[in-house]
Each structure stands twice: as structure tokens, then as C-alpha cells.
């Protein structure tokens, strides 16, 4: 099977644009034979590095906003035509507009041009929570079924530092994952270690090795003359300077597929995988199978989402009547 990870710089800010550019990659990807293709974090309209550069900006998130991707929106429905064209799968992240909110969310999208699963980043992380809600209990399915039964799931960012996540995550028997990530440049370069690529390319890496599954790390770029749109001119470590790319494929034992890339290059990669290869890994340690200690260690779900608005006990009807009537009045 043929998987391929973007990375790529979005087109800033702009709804329309980033969708086409999305729907441009998807089909090179297609082209090149890719069966599964794997896109970052908030690719459309691009991360929001400038909440972690400067002070609350509500000029800056007003923009914003009106330019993330709802999924009951024409912009939605031309994604979803495009990869029903190109006849692959694809993983895409996008900032998704739900009413007034926004949310770090993935879909996964069939060969027929079907959301197959949607999903919300579970928490958002530091300065993202003045931008970006929680998820809903559901998105904790984060793990489908693709072609020929191959399991496929995916991750945002700093959802793979979550280590019960990382595990309910594997329990689903994920054999292909996607690791969705925005910019981030080296230590070498200036990067503080925990928010570095560096620090990213580990979390990947762990990934594969201890959940025995095919990681395909798809990362955002960010170009030199862009830095000043995104609100990160001279910044210091947010502007990323050497371009912040750090895409790569990694194996279930944690040995990356694909040469490594220049963090300043648009590129897509590729890897041909054998499943065989997961299959193997987990003779050795699988953590949710023959490696788990489940009389002494367990893990408790909640996969039900609580309603914004719910009405209990015997007089719920005549209340909500109720409430109806002095709406209209």
C-alpha cells in the first residue's frame, strides 16, 4: 500500500484558496499513486502561530474565523468532491467552524468522497484555548476502518503527549496513523525545546514504536515573506526562519520510511508499506494485547457526549412546553 504525508505551506487566511490548494495536493498525491494521504494540523486556513506571538488580538482572530472550514459549507463539499475524484483516502486537518466556536478538527474521507469520521482535538493546548474549544466525548473514536480493512486513525499535535489518549488510540487497532502538526522549527535553530520539531519528530517516532502502527507525520511550512501575514515578524522562535517542516513516514518500530526533507521545501512523500511489517512489531510487545496488564492496569472510556441543552424527570415535557410558550410570547 502507498501512503503518502504533505508538508506544505497553507494559504494563509484565505477559505477558498487553502481548499483548492488542498484539492491541488490531493490529486498530485493520486497521481503518484498514493492510496492514503495524510495532511497537518489546521491546513485550512493555516495554524495561528500569532497566538503564542502576541497579545489577544481580536482583529486578527476575527479574520481568522471567518475564514475556517465548516463542514455543512460548499468549501467542505468541494473537498470532498476532489478526493472522490482523485479515488484515494485522505486525513486532512482544518479549523472547523461550528456556529460561533472554532476547533482543531481531522476527517478521514473514503475513495467515494465520504466522511467516514470526524473528529476534534480532545484538548486544546496552551495559547490554542483562547482560540479553540474542547472536543465532544465521541472524538475519542479516532480510528476507522479504510481500504481492504486496513485501520486508520489520527492525532493533532500535542494529542500524542497524552499517554491514556495514546493508548485507548491503540486499543482501537490502529495499523496506519496520522500524526497531523503545524510549523515548528529545530532547538538548533532557536525553537524552545518542548514546542521544537525536534520535540514533534520524537512524539512521532514513539508513536510507531509503541503502538507497533505506520506513522505518517504530515507538517505545515511557513515562508520567509508569509511570517509578517501570520502575526510572527520578528518574534524571535515563532517565526521560523529556516521554514519549520519536519514531515517524514515512520515504520512500527520507529524506523523513518522517507528521506529527510528540508523544513523550507513543499513537498509530498511517499512509502510503500507492508502491514506485515505492524504484524511482526506486535509479536515482540503489543501495550493492548499480550504486553498489557489489564488485572492491574485498566483504562476507563466515556465515548457518550453530554448535550448543550437536556430536559430530565417526569415533568421535562410540560417544562419544555412551558419554555416554548414564553419564547413565543
Not at 30 to 53: D, H, K
Not at 182 to 188: E, L, N, Q
Not at 316 to 322: D, F, I, V
Request: proline share 6%.
Amino acid at each position: 500500500m502507498k501512503v503518502a504525508a504533505i508538508q506544505a505551506e497553507p494559504v494563509w487566511f484565505d477559505l477558498q484558496s487553502g481548499v483548492k490548494k488542498a484539492c491541488a495536493l490531493i490529486r498530485e498525491a493520486a497521481s503518484n499513486g498514493a492510496e492514503l494521504v495524510g495532511f497537518p494540523e489546521s491546513f485550512i486556513p493555516g495554524y495561528p502561530m500569532a497566538i503564542w506571538a502576541q497579545p489577544f488580538n481580536p482583529a486578527y482572530l476575527a479574520k481568522y474565523q471567518k475564514n475556517c472550514l465548516s463542514v455543512q459549507s460548499s468549501e467542505f463539499q468541494e473537498l470532498l468532491e476532489a478526493t472522490k475524484e482523485a479515488g484515494i483516502w485522505v486525513v486532512i486537518g482544518f479549523c472547523e467552524l461550528d456556529g460561533g466556536s472554532m476547533y482543531a478538527a481531522q476527517v478521514v474521507i473514503n475513495s467515494e468522497g465520504v466522511v467516514v469520521l470526524h473528529r476534534r482535538k480532545l484538548k486544546a493546548t496552551g495559547q490554542e484555548r483562547t482560540l479553540w474549544g474542547d472536543a465532544p466525548a465521541d472524538s475519542l473514536q479516532s480510528a476507522v476502518k479504510g481500504p481492504g480493512g486496513v485501520i486508520i486513525g489520527g492525532l493533532n499535535c500535542w494529542e500524542h503527549l497524552q499517554p491514556l489518549l495514546r493508548f485507548h488510540h491503540y486499543s482501537l487497532g490502529v495499523q496506519i496513523h496520522v500524526a497531523s502538526w503545524p510549523y515548528c522549527d529545530s532547538v538548533a535553530n532557536g525553537a524552545p525545546p518542548a514546542f521544537s520539531s525536534d520535540a514533534q519528530i520524537v512524539q512521532a517516532k514513539f508513536a510507531a514504536l509503541e503502538g507497533q502502527m505506520f506513522v505518517i507525520s504530515s507538517t505545515q511550512m511557513l515562508s520567509s515573506k508569509n511570517a509578517e501575514l501570520c502575526g510572527v515578524k520578528n518574534s524571535g522562535p515563532w517565526e521560523m526562519p529556516m521554514g519549520g517542516g519536519f514531515a517524514a513516514i515512520y515504520g512500527p518500530d520507529g524506523t523513518q520510511l522517507t528521506s529527510t526533507t528540508s523544513p523550507d521545501e513543499e513537498t509530498i512523500l511517499y512509502a510503500d508499506i507492508d502491514l506485515d511489517a505492524a504484524r511482526t512489531a506486535k509479536l515482540v510487545a503489543d501495550p493492548v494485547g499480550h504486553y498489557s496488564r489489564p488485572d492491574l492496569l485498566t483504562l476507563k472510556v466515556n465515548t457518550r457526549p453530554n448535550p448543550l441543552v437536556s430536559y430530565e424527570g417526569p415533568e421535562a415535557e410540560s417544562t419544555l412546553l412551558g419554555r416554548l410558550s414564553q419564547s413565543r410570547a
